[in-house]
């Protein structure tokens, strides 16, 4: 049991929320109810994954959120237009892609911050998904686009069979392949990486790619769920995908990531969400729940680095002594 703490940290928080909003109503621990976190959970997770790899370089995507509006109107608008389904879906995600090669580029080539960088993406993006979609919603009735978040292969939603064919995916590339390794490495020492001869430029700007991709990928899902594009869609959700990774243990500051935690943080998440849904709790007290939630996680691993060099500084004086 300690060992699986030490793995997965979030297990005993996300057990003492479950257990409250089991007490504090009825309706929350029901199949259809549980289902529902799952699969909301899904669609945080899958960008949050891509998001781990930023973070555990040692940076992060704010554009992500603008990324999710402009994925979905261009999907919205191309099946308006008569376009195939795989069409649609393949200009989504190739507006994510494009996307995020432009924060990629404009980090590594022209040495912009990437907080600068990806910031002026964000109100970018934002400004060209609210002129192509002319501030109207671009309202659809696709069943095929509806099957990416209402499908049921073999019974199961199909939000949470794609989350778990992506959490596989990630786990395998961060702990099996040289390129999670790189990632690390680029985090915990991105001179050092470059001085050992890491493709360092190439490596950052796969990672913004993935994310932007991520970001359309989550766009396609939302307009799924709605039915529409929308250039106000999206508003906030960089600080979900960063928060479900933080949480998750991932090192805000890069060298260290987590894949199966970053998948427990978006399931946390929805679990408090729902449950103060069900409580019938204002919209905007979720919003400060997630923001609380990221403070005590930037907070506890403050506290934990300053216990490590507490311990580690009479080791070294001991040892020069």
């Not at 554009?63 to 237009?81: E, K, P």
């Amino acid at each position: 049991m300690t060992a699986l703490l030490r793995r997965a940290p979030l297990v005993l928080p996300l057990l003492t929320v479950v257990i409250v909003l089991a007490v504090a109503t009825d309706s929350f621990l029901t199949g259809g109810n549980i289902e529902n976190v799952l699969v909301a959970a899904g669609i945080v997770a899958l960008p949050g994954l891509a998001m781990t790899f930023c973070l555990a370089m040692g940076e992060f995507d704010l554009s992500i959120g603008s990324t999710v509006s402009l994925a979905g109107v261009v999907c919205c608008s191309a099946l308006i237009a008569g376009q195939p389904l795989a069409v649609a879906l393949a200009l989504a995600l190739g507006v994510g892609a494009v996307i995020g090669l432009a924060n990629g580029l404009v980090v590594t080539k022209l040495g912009v911050t990437p907080f600068i960088a990806t910031l002026a993406t964000l109100v970018i993006v934002r400004g060209v998904s609210l002129a192509y979609s002319g501030g109207h919603d671009q309202i659809i009735s696709s069943a095929g686009l509806k099957y990416l978040v209402g499908g049921r292969p073999l019974g199961v939603p199909m939000p949470i069979v794609l989350v778990v064919a992506a959490t596989a995916a990630a786990w395998w590339a961060m702990n099996r392949t040289r390129f999670g390794r790189w990632v690390c490495a680029i985090g915990s020492n991105r001179e050092a990486a470059r001085v050992s001869g890491l493709p360092v430029d190439r490596i950052r700007i796969a990672v913004y790619v993935l994310v932007g991709t991520a970001g359309g990928a989550w766009g396609l899902l939302i307009s799924s769920q709605l039915q529409k594009g929308n250039g106000q869609l999206g508003l906030g959700f960089e600080l979900d995908a960063i928060t479900v990774v933080v949480i998750g243990g991932t090192a805000l500051l890069g060298g260290r990531a987590s894949i199966v935690g970053t998948v427990l943080g978006a399931v946390l998440i929805e679990t408090i969400r729902n449950g103060l849904n069900l409580l019938n709790t204002p919209p905007a007290y979720q919003r400060i729940s997630v923001g609380l939630l990221l403070i005590a996680a930037l907070a506890l691993k403050g506290l934990r680095r300053a216990d490590a060099t507490a311990i580690a500084t009479p080791a070294r004086e001991a040892a020069t002594s």
